[in-house]
Structures are given as C-alpha cells and as structure tokens.
C-alpha cells in the first residue's frame, strides 16, 4: 500500500483527535490556531484518503460486568478461502470484540468479552467444533488489565493519555438508554448530540448528561480514532513477554516504562503463557526489535524472553454485539 505524505497540519489535527476525537471543529481550531474551514477540510480529507478509518470509544468492560480472555491460534491445512470464512465467523461472534491475523508464531489473536468463565469456555467449543480441523495449536490468556495510550508517535505530547480497562471494580448499573447511548458512540464517536438524541428518544440535554454520567463512573474512558497505519507508513506489532523474578513494584515500574515509550500504544497484563504483552506502532519490524531490545536491556533481571508478531490484518474493537449481551440494571 502507498504511503501517503500528511504535513504537520494533519499530523496536528490526527493527534488531537486521537486524544479526544469528539473534540469540535472549533475546539481544535482554536488549539491548534487553524481556520474552522482548513481543519474541516482537512478532516474531510483524512476520511476520504482513508487515513482516519473509524471514530470509536474506549470503554472499561469491567464496569459492566464483563471480563477480557484471548485465545491465540496457529492455524494447520487452510486455504486463503477458507482463512476469510474463519475470520468472518469470528468477527460476527457476539462475544468476539477483537479479531487479528498475523504473522509469526500465531496466525490469529481473538479477544473474547465474558461475564464468567463458562461463557469462555462456550465460545471455545463453538469454534473448536466448527474449526478444530484447521487449528494446529492455540494458548488460553486472561487480562486482568489493558491499557491505552495516546499515539505520542503523532506528536511530542509528553503526556500521553492513558486508558486503564479492567482491574478490582465496582461494576456500575445502565439502563437501556445508557446501552443504545454507548452502542452509538461505539460506532461513531463523533455523532452528532442531536442525532443520539433522535435515536434515543430523549431530549438532547439528557443525552449530554447521560454521556457525562457514564464518563463520570468510568465506564466510557476516551474516544479515539482508527488509523490505516500502512498508508502512514506504520505497522503494527506485538510481543508476548515472559517475565521471572516480577514483583508487582517491578511489574508497575515496566509498565508505566513502556506505556511513556513514544512506539508503545498499549500494555496488557496477562495470566496464561505469558505475564505482559505490549503493541507498538513502528515503522518496519527492526525499529520493533529496537525498541525490544531496549526494553529487555533496561529489565534483563525481570524478562527471560519474548515471542513478536505482526498484525497483517484486523477487525477494529467492536462493542456493538457485545453491548447487546448486556442485561440492563446489573
């Protein structure tokens, strides 16, 4: 794919929108100290070249009751028809929020969102009925907690914007309203008041206010945008880290390390094979291996190894199905 030149303007207006992407026109106007008209423009265009791919929400899933598990896959005898009928299953599961392929030891990574661990199990055995044939080996991995950063990559920001999904909390009770509201800012972020408003059937002021309640509890966290990261000259990498000797003051010392690293833009803790996973945005895979090789020389105490791969193809977080799970008043 071609890589697209943006100027400092776009690169501007991206990481604005990547700290808030529900800020207004006028809000990053004034920032940035833009027309209206040129940053309008501007965003039109980042659309239409296909360089902003989605506006969605982060939301903490843990403060509706549910729990975050992967399974990794490392797929046997399959065909480039039958690889497509595989992801399409996966990303129209009404559990499944996260569905990637890659390249390196695992061919696919699938996030699945539970209430328990019988639900897991379940969705397990929809998929090793349907596709046991094809799956050569696969890992079970459950996050107790994820975090999100802001693309520092986009500016010198020195204070990225973090995310944290998941942890010890309280779960928070939502109603229908509450569920429709967070349905539609999942699909766009960027949705006009007036247009919730409408889908709702409430009055435009009580949709502010209740999108400012589910700030407030914590259950909605950021809003950001999707990137064609090829077009901008990216790819996007992971690693599965193995660690020894960790105390939960080393493990906080790494991840607050890698989550201020400017390529890091998430960090998972991990119980299964593997304690931590990290993703980076980087240019080519050996700016990844530096910024590995960095990170294990920092903590060579506390890292025995890690395992890469690259995500050659992804189905953005999608939490519209899984919303619809949610039984309102938990």
Not at 294 to 316: H, L, M, Q, R
Request: net charge positive.
């Amino acid at each position: 794919m071609k890589e697209l030149k943006l100027d400092k303007k776009d690169l501007d207006i991206l990481a604005e929108l990547d700290l808030n992407s529900r800020n207004s026109i006028n809000q990053i106007a004034k920032k940035l100290k833009l027309s209206k008209d040129g940053v309008n423009y501007r965003i039109k265009k980042l659309i239409d070249n296909k360089i902003i791919t989605r506006f969605f929400i982060d939301i903490d899933i843990s403060k509706l009751g549910l729990i975050l598990n992967k399974v990794t896959f490392q797929f046997q005898n399959i065909t480039k028809d039958k690889g497509e009928e595989i992801f399409n299953f996966l990303k129209e599961h009404p559990k499944v929020g996260w569905v990637v392929f890659c390249s390196g030891r695992w061919d696919a990574l699938v996030v699945i969102y539970v209430k328990n661990l019988y639900e897991y199990e379940s969705v397990i055995k929809e998929i090793n009925e349907k596709y046991g044939h094809f799956i050569h080996a696969k890992e079970f991995i459950s996050h107790p907690r994820y975090y999100v950063c802001s693309r520092k990559w986009l500016s010198k920001n020195p204070r990225p914007k973090i995310s944290e999904i998941g942890g010890k909390k309280e779960v928070e009770k939502v109603d229908n309203v509450d569920i429709n509201i967070i349905k539609l800012l999942a699909e766009n972020a960027r949705i006009p008041i007036i247009d919730i408003a409408a889908k709702t059937k409430i009055s435009p002021s009580l949709v502010i206010r209740r999108i400012g309640n589910l700030e407030k509890k914590g259950i909605i966290l950021n809003y950001r945008i999707g990137l064609n990261l090829p077009k901008l000259g990216k790819e996007f990498c992971k690693s599965f880290i193995y660690l020894q000797n960790i105390t939960r003051r080393v493990e906080k010392e790494i991840i607050g390390y890698c989550l201020n690293h400017p390529k890091v833009t998430a960090v998972t803790t991990s119980i299964g094979a593997w304690e931590l996973e990290l993703e980076m945005e980087v240019k080519n895979f050996e700016e990844f291996f530096q910024v590995m090789t960095e990170i294990k020389t920092k903590f060579k105490d506390y890292i025995k190894n890690y395992e890469a791969i690259v995500i050659t193809k992804e189905y953005g977080i999608d939490y519209g199905s899984i919303l619809s799970e949610i039984s309102p008043g938990i």
